[in-house]
């Protein structure tokens, strides 16, 4: 009996073997099928001949701007929007509304169906991608963090930015006394995906390298849309040192965010349901926005 069962075992073993090495390789197939259709694909968004954006903070303009992912879907539809530089404009709207979308022809992710989007009075589509993407700084929900130390996570592994400056960034947005307390400062390894981390600190990370890049538009997606209070008080408090002296975009659920606001674009269905400054209409009464106030005042009351 041991020696078959012997036997049995000296020939299950190699067959198991057999099976995990062909389910590695229809796993490996797969993954070159899929990287082949990358690399395949066709970008359509091809990079302008080079004009320079001007110095400083940088308006934003949409002329007329319409969008959708698809021929016969329609995301946004005769938006235009200006924002002078320095200004920060709050958006607001449903899921589903656009918000995002925006946000991602100010980047030249997509180009506009129809309409122009300007930054600093220039033609996105005469700009260099690579000068756009240079110039404007997103902080989105989403924190994508590396398994790599705390200064490789800020700089993005750029060798030219100095401890002194990183350390200058931290302490700007309060978190010296945690950089004080990692075991190894700035070596100290982050396990990704935020392991290690909270919410709140995740986000002001993101923070600290839009501030190392020093963008002069920011743009800021919902920074705030899953944090507690406690966390998302320290998140505010960041986000108010990143956009100081900068044109800024504040896409947000709780309209708290838009404290920060200049302005206030309300969008419906993918076009302007409102819009103007964040103070005249929060005291208009019959306004959108502050509708939107009372009844944010009345959930929070109950």
């Not at 070159?32 to 934003?60: C, E, K, S």
């Not at 206030?264 to 502050?290: C, H, K, W």
């Amino acid at each position: 009996v041991y020696l078959i069962f012997q036997c049995t075992e000296m020939l299950s073993q190699p067959i198991q073997q057999i099976r995990n090495e062909m389910q590695d390789l229809l796993q490996a197939d797969a993954s070159i099928a899929r990287i082949a259709t990358l690399l395949g694909t066709v970008p359509r968004v091809f990079d302008g001949p080079g004009v320079a954006l001007p110095p400083g903070p940088l308006a934003v303009d949409l002329d007329g701007v319409s969008f959708g992912y698809a021929e016969d879907t329609s995301i946004l539809r005769d938006i235009s929007v200006s924002i002078a530089p320095g200004r920060v404009l709050g958006v607001v709207g449903r899921t589903g509304s656009g918000k995002t979308t925006l946000t991602r022809l100010l980047l030249r992710f997509y180009d506009p169906v129809a309409g122009i989007v300007r930054l600093g009075g220039v033609d996105l589509r005469a700009v260099r991608l690579a000068a756009v993407r240079a110039r404007v700084g997103l902080v989105s929900q989403e924190v994508h963090l590396f398994h790599a130390s705390v200064r490789d996570n800020l700089t993005l592994f750029d060798d030219g930015v100095s401890d002194e400056r990183i350390s200058a960034v931290l302490d700007t947005l309060g978190l010296d006394s945690w950089l004080r307390e990692l075991p190894r400062g700035l070596d100290t390894p982050l396990l990704g995906v935020g392991a290690g981390l909270s919410a709140g600190q995740a986000q002001v990370l993101a923070c600290a390298r839009i501030l190392l890049r020093d963008p002069d538009l920011v743009i800021l997606d919902e920074p705030s849309s899953r944090l507690d209070p406690a966390t998302d008080r320290l998140v505010h408090t960041a986000l108010g040192r990143l956009i100081a002296g900068r044109t800024g975009i504040i896409v947000a659920h709780r309209l708290a965010t838009l404290a920060y606001a200049d302005d206030i674009l309300i969008l419906e269905d993918g076009q302007v349901r409102e819009y103007g400054p964040r103070l005249a209409l929060a005291a208009d009464p019959t306004s959108r926005f502050a509708e939107l106030l009372r009844a944010e005042t009345l959930e929070v009351t109950l």
